[in-house]
Nanobody, 122 residues
Framework: QVQLVESGGGLVQTGGSLRLSCAAS????????VGWYRQAPGKPRDMVAT???????NYADSVKGRFTISRDNAKNTMYLQMNSLKPEDTAVYYC????????????????WGQGTQVTVSS
């Protein structure tokens, strides 16, 4: 099993910053792409940012230039630096890891964090 622990959410005013972290532990053979997703009330879960094992990043248009995703492979941890936050960024943020738990089958699984609330007040 793989466990993901998120931290760093909270309440911030418009224009403020927050840094989310997500640490993975457990039966991990290899970690591939990881990413952050968010879900606002009554809306579907949307991709915010992803980063490949090689460091290639992809961002939703709504956060480009404001958010930065990064990963520390040695610590099995990834981060989301969120700057210039807006009320429309308010959501529960989830981290996702694409993981192989053994080196034999090559099967990968997506694991999700428990979610952390980010609230941006106007």
């Amino acid at each position: 099993q793989v466990q993901l622990v998120e931290s760093g959410g909270g309440l911030v005013q418009t224009g403020g910053s927050l840094r989310l972290s997500c640490a993975a532990s457990g039966s991990i053979f290899s970690i591939y792409a990881v990413g952050w997703y968010r879900q606002a009330p009554g809306k579907p879960r949307d991709m915010v940012a992803t980063i490949s094992s090689g460091g290639r990043t992809n961002y939703a248009d709504s956060v480009k230039g404001r958010f930065t995703i990064s990963r520390d492979n040695a610590k099995n941890t990834m981060y989301l630096q969120m700057n210039s936050l807006k009320p429309e960024d308010t959501a529960v943020y989830y981290c996702m890891y694409n993981v192989a738990i053994d080196g034999g089958t090559g099967i990968r699984y997506n694991y999700w964090g428990q979610g952390t609330q980010v609230t941006v007040s106007s």
